[in-house]
């Protein structure tokens, strides 16, 4: 079997491999849709960096804080992988499916095993599945987007690359804020999420990020976040990291920065693994907030587990699998603290947030034990919380 034909063995949306797409690399059928940006097929990059990736990710929760669903997925078109993770914590039981394969012809089939993405209107609506499987979670979601996207620029260049000329991390793409709808079933038991679930979900593509894991970062650093960030959806603003975005319609045009904010901080004992917290925030238009974040019993999504530098038992980073096709999970009782600490990492943690008088449920992210060790240190911007 050549290459090509190798690629095209995955299947296609609709279930059946079309054996004649060989036959006509480097086209495929995406380049039939008037969506081209350069001279060259879709499937050829810009940019020859085995690094380029594509990725999307997910976080929704019910309004009881007591389900919590991350999911994510990327492709890798110049290493020919994708990969996706589902991530689901109903009350301390944390479990994770994986699965990878060959990116093959067709970049606009998202699905990888039984984790099976839609995009039903870009930039409106996607549509979450993950269809039963061994690890025994499921669930169907449907994402409705109530908050503006705003382009977000590359900040990378490749003046400051290393080696000269290599751009370390490039990032582009937009984030925003989303009403949520449908059922998620552990165990065969189904739990349909109450009125008012929310979340929050990014598409962002580029060069970097962690790609490939060690054999590709460089200076050996692999990248899963520097400071954490924050997703909280208030009733006429939304935080998401370092911007505050606004719903459809409102008269406040684009998006508003918010600047490095000054972070006091509770921590876990036993774990050091972040509890609650009182962040200070500036905007650019001059506005400050104080949010008090309070964690919700043991509901975090660890994203080792998504393969944010490095999953805990097998050390599968993203964009590193280059075996054949595959899907593995495992759960945790997440209440155990011994769990915690092997799990710990990028984490995403499910917050009662107070601003003033208004209340919300959102996500408070940190890389622990880093932020432990931040305030530890005395790092600028960082201290105990008493």
């Known amino acids: ?13 609709t279930g059946q491999p079309d054996p004649h797409l060989a036959e006509q690399f480097p086209l495929s059928p995406m380049d039939d849709f008037m969506v081209h940006q350069t001279p060259d097929p879709v499937r050829v990059m810009w940019t ?5 990736y594509e990725r999307y990710w997910m976080i929704s929760y019910d309004p009881t804080g007591s389900v919590m669903i991350a999911t994510g997925g990327s492709i890798y078109p110049n290493l020919d992988r994708a990969e996706a993770y589902a991530i689901l914590n109903v009350g301390g039981r944390h479990t994770t499916v994986r699965s990878f394969r060959r990116l093959g012809v067709d970049r606009s089939d998202l699905r990888v095993g039984p984790i099976a993405p839609v995009i039903v209107r870009g930039l409106r609506e996607w549509r979450y599945r993950l269809e039963p499987n061994e690890w025994g979670i499921s669930y169907d979601l449907r994402f409705q987007d109530t908050t503006r996207q705003v382009f977000r620029e590359p900040l990378s260049d490749s003046a400051h690359g290393t080696p000269p000329g290599r751009r370390n991390d490039v990032t582009a793409g937009f984030e ?11 165990d065969g038991e189904r739990t349909e999420l109450q009125p008012g679930a929310l979340g929050t979900r990014d598409r962002h593509w580029g060069t970097g990020r962690g790609v490939g894991g060690p054999s590709l970062s460089l200076g050996g650093r692999l990248h899963v976040g520097v400071s954490g960030n924050s997703f909280v959806p208030f009733r006429d603003w939304t935080l998401w ?12 045009p684009g998006a508003t920065r918010v600047e490095k904010p000054t972070r006091r901080l509770r921590f ?5 693994i972040f509890a609650e917290g009182i962040v200070d925030y500036r905007f650019a238009n001059g506005e400050t907030r104080q949010l008090h974040y309070e964690r919700i019993g043991d509901q975090t999504a660890f994203l080792r587990c998504g393969m ?18 595959m899907t593995s999970g495992e759960t945790y009782d997440v209440t155990d603290p011994k769990q915690r600490i092997g799990l710990r990492g990028l984490d995403e943690h499910l917050c009662r947030v107070t601003c003033g008088e208004e209340t919300a449920i959102g996500v408070y992210q940190t890389i622990d034990p880093v932020a432990y060790e931040a305030c530890m240190s005395g790092r600028p911007g960082w201290d105990f919380l008493e």
């Open 48 to 52: 020859g960096d085995p690094r380029a």
């Open 241 to 252: 990291g370092d911007r505050v975005y606004y719903p459809y319609g409102d008269d406040r």
């Open 1 to 13: 079997m050549t290459t090509e034909e190798n690629l095209v063995s995955v299947s296609m949306p």
């Open 176 to 186: 925003g804020f989303g009403a949520v709808s449908g059922w998620v079933e552990v």
């Open 308 to 325: 944010y530098g490095g999953t805990p038992e097998g050390d599968i980073h993203q964009g590193a699998y280059d075996g054949p096709d």
């Open 268 to 272: 876990d004992p036993e774990t050091q």
